[in-house]
């Protein structure tokens, strides 16, 4: 099967800690056979910011990885621990792979972030709204490109979402598109066919960053639902991994 090949490609190491609060801080190594100055992408998984798990992901670590992109996946704290914990552990994932890639064949200087859903919205967060990953000594600047699929971005649809973002303070603090500035790092957003809402909120958040002179694009996958784009993710043909990897190429 198509999957062979992939699993045969490249080594896989699990549960390696990047902090030492909660079990949750840990994350996946996907490297590529030979890594040398590799691009990186840290995927973040969704959940509603209250599920999910990276071991369900395998297959982005496994895909990206066989096309020699050194991929890690990140596990972090969900509610009903409260925001903002759940970015604090992206910016800290963030940091760890900052500081260690180049010693396991990555280069630093080229780490993309990719969520999904919840993790479409972390990303996105976390190279709006700096204080998070200056906390660690870094800016959106250390940031080369973002992919956030199928996310929620705007305070109209956080505000839903009453289980982690309880307040007007906590919902403004986690908008993106109340902190979009210049100098952030190049967008490929994706969204599928009728998605949750994120087929309005994706064009819309697209539109503040470009209005700040930002590199932003989006893409509608047509006959994906929000958990097929995902799931689709490395099979024979898919439309998604395809325009994701001419992104990370580029």
């Known amino acids: 099967m198509w999957w062979v090949a992939v699993l045969l490609a490249q080594g896989v190491t699990y549960d390696i ?46 895909t990206f990885s066989a096309k020699g992109h050194l991929t890690v996946t990140i596990n ?40 999904h859903s919840a993790g479409a919205h972390l990303v996105t967060l976390l190279v709006s709204n700096e204080k998070y990953i200056k906390a660690h000594g870094y800016s959106s600047k250390d940031v080369a490109g973002v992919i956030p699929i199928s996310g929620a971005y705007t305070p109209d649809v956080l505000q839903k979402m009453f289980w982690v973002f309880k307040s007007p303070e906590v919902i403004a603090d986690a908008s993106p598109s109340l902190h979009v500035h210049e100098g952030m790092p190049p967008f490929f957003m994706l ?28 893409f509608e996958i047509k006959n994906r639902g929000h958990i097929t784009i995902i799931l689709w993710i490395g099979r024979p043909g898919d439309i998604a991994t395809a325009r994701i990897l001419n992104f990370l190429h580029k």
């Open 76 to 115: 972090y704290r969900l509610s009903p621990n409260p925001w903002p914990a759940h970015i604090e552990d992206v910016a800290l994932a963030f940091a760890w792979v900052k500081k260690n890639i180049a010693e396991l064949g990555g280069d630093p200087s080229k780490i993309f972030l990719m969520g």
């Open 191 to 218: 969204y599928a066919e009728g998605d949750f809402g994120a087929d309005t909120n994706t064009p819309a958040m697209a539109d503040l960053i470009a209005e700040k002179g930002n590199d932003v694009k989006y």
């Open 17 to 62: 800690s990047y902090g030492d609060k909660h079990e949750r801080q840990k994350l996946d190594l996907y490297i590529p056979h030979k890594a040398k100055n590799a691009k990186v992408l840290i995927f973040v998984h969704g959940g509603s910011w209250r599920n999910g798990d990276k071991s369900g992901y395998a297959h982005i670590g496994n």
